[in-house]
């Protein structure tokens, strides 16, 4: 009975250090780092990040992911237009279908040259979904005009099935879609996304304007807010960075 009691609490402690170190550990953003406006709960808003990364050195900007909270609604018909891929790949993606901007902090490593900071401009586009089940696809599209910097990273937005996250907006593939040749070290975000769109439907007596929005807030405000996480992937691994946006209980 011992060695079999032994045996299950060896048997446990190993799981449990499994689990341990699996578990995502996440660093908490300053407060503001994420604001929802308005934040009002169930009112359509849009979202701005503000936040700074300490990137490990020398390490190669792979793939990023956000994760947005549980109960925001994305409707891509807020959007006036959409970017095709071949588009997005030639940087002439339709203004109209551009659904956020901003700007980035970046270092720029090259082989043949000292490292170089820029401030890059920063939109963000939509495209039609890019795989079975994606709510949209999404661009980020970067341009420094002074060295010439210029490139689209293709993403897509994909409904979560789980836990306190219900949208992501994923992008895989950013070291192969950069320009050959350079490391890009992201340091610094300050963007917002979101539109709307209003429309009319119908004809003569049944004419009605529609509004549609990007993204709707969810209808529950919890108390310390709503979760937001941001996973940087990296050459010599992954760092996350988690925030909370403020929010307001709706009125009845």
Do not use: K
């Not at 908490?28 to 990137?55: E, H, I, K």
């Not at 937001?228 to 909370?244: D, H, I, K």
């Amino acid at each position: 009975m011992r060695r079999r009691a032994l045996a299950c609490l060896l048997g446990a402690a190993t799981v449990f250090g499994l689990a341990s170190a699996l578990t995502v550990r996440a660093e908490q953003l300053p407060p503001g780092s994420v604001r929802v406006a308005p934040p009002a709960a169930g009112s359509p808003a849009n979202l701005r990040w503000t936040a700074s990364f300490a990137q490990p050195h020398a390490a190669e900007l792979q793939a990023y992911n956000v994760d947005i909270a549980r109960g925001y609604r994305f409707d891509r018909r807020a959007a006036h237009g959409t970017c095709t891929v071949a588009q997005a790949r030639h940087s002439t993606c339709p203004r109209n279908s551009r659904i956020g901007s901003g700007v980035g902090q970046v270092t720029v490593l090259a082989p043949s040259s000292a490292p170089r900071e820029f401030s890059l401009t920063i939109d963000f586009f939509i495209t039609p979904p890019q795989q079975r089940g994606d709510i949209a696809g999404l661009v980020l599209a970067g341009h420094e005009p002074q060295s010439g910097l210029t490139f689209a990273l293709v993403g897509r937005i994909v409904p979560l099935r789980r836990g306190p996250y219900g949208l992501e907006l994923r992008f895989a593939n950013t070291a192969s879609e950069l320009p050959s040749g350079i490391t890009v070290q992201l340091h610094r975000v300050d963007v917002h996304f979101g539109t709307h769109r209003t429309v009319t439907r119908g004809v003569g007596a049944n004419r009605r304007r529609v509004t549609y929005h990007l993204l709707t807030n969810p209808t529950v405000c919890p108390r310390r807010g709503w979760p937001f996480l941001l996973t940087v992937r990296y050459s010599t691994g992954p760092e996350n960075y988690s925030a909370y946006g403020a929010c307001t209980a709706r009125r009845h």
